[in-house]
């Protein structure tokens, strides 16, 4: 069975305290792999798409890196509004949905 | 761009009753949208896929006379909870993809919708 499995579960920074979310994953033939933030009681919001190895995507504070089983999030600097949860979907070859992890809820404190 | 709009935001009904759940792309068209129902402190559960114009896909276990789906236009997709309990209150999703011509259907990121809370007394 496909799994996507991310880590940790929940991450607890200072405000300045650069670290990094993992993602790793079991699909045989990666059709992509995305990025989500989550903030409470709202839907997911996109951050990137990877789709091959050695593939990176920056977006402020944020970058995603893509290996042949894993992908990183880094957060540089994290800032208190950077806290959500941010969670990993992979897309299979043969159908538009996409797996899900369970998530990591980050919280940066000032 | 890729703006998903989802209404209501939040329901209050008395069980027995039904509920539509609108799904829009604003500014997109949307041949496969999705529904997920999301539990306090847990990920996404994956309860169908919609393809304009055609049946929903239900995962196992989702009973597909309680969760109507349809999908009718590129830009709406509704779900509707029939007769709907208190076992159903919960936290709804809805998603869209969009097609780039050079990757067809697949290895498109999902654009979600805010989420509907439902509550049934």
């Known amino acids: 069975e496909d799994q996507v499995t991310q880590s940790p579960e929940a991450l607890r920074l200072q405000e300045g305290e650069s670290s990094s979310l993992n993602c790793s994953y079991t699909v045989s033939g990666l059709r992509g792999l995305f990025w989500y933030r989550q903030d409470p009681g709202k839907g997911p919001e996109f951050l990137f798409t990877?789709?091959?190895a050695g593939e990176e995507k920056e977006k402020e504070r944020l970058k995603a890196t893509l290996t042949k089983k894993e992908s990183f999030l880094h957060i540089t600097a994290p800032k208190p509004e950077d806290s959500a949860t941010y969670l990993c979907?992979?897309?299979?070859?043969?159908?538009?949905?996409?797996?899900f992890g369970d998530g990591t809820t980050l919280t940066v404190k000032p | 761009g890729a703006v998903v709009s989802q209404h209501p935001s939040w329901v209050i009904c008395k069980s027995g009753t039904s509920v539509k759940i609108e799904c829009r792309s604003l500014?997109?068209?949307?041949?496969?949208m999705f529904w997920y129902r999301q539990f306090p402190k847990q990920s996404l559960m994956l309860m169908a896929t919609?393809?304009?114009?055609?049946?929903?896909?239900?995962e196992q276990g989702v009973e597909k006379d309680k969760f109507l789906i349809n999908h009718a236009s590129l830009t709406l997709s509704t779900l509707t909870v029939t007769s709907a309990h208190p076992e159903d209150s919960s936290f709804y999703i809805c998603?869209?993809?969009?097609?780039?011509?050079?990757?067809?259907?697949?290895?498109?990121?999902?654009?979600f919708g805010d989420g509907t809370r439902l509550s049934i007394l």
């Open positions: 979907a992979v897309q299979y070859t043969n159908a538009g949905k996409s797996t």
């Open positions: 919609s393809n304009e114009g055609s049946k929903a896909t239900y």
């Open positions: 990877l789709y091959s």
């Open positions: 998603s869209a993809s969009q097609v780039e011509v050079d990757r067809g259907r697949w290895g498109q990121p999902q654009h």
């Open positions: 500014d997109f068209q949307a041949t496969t």
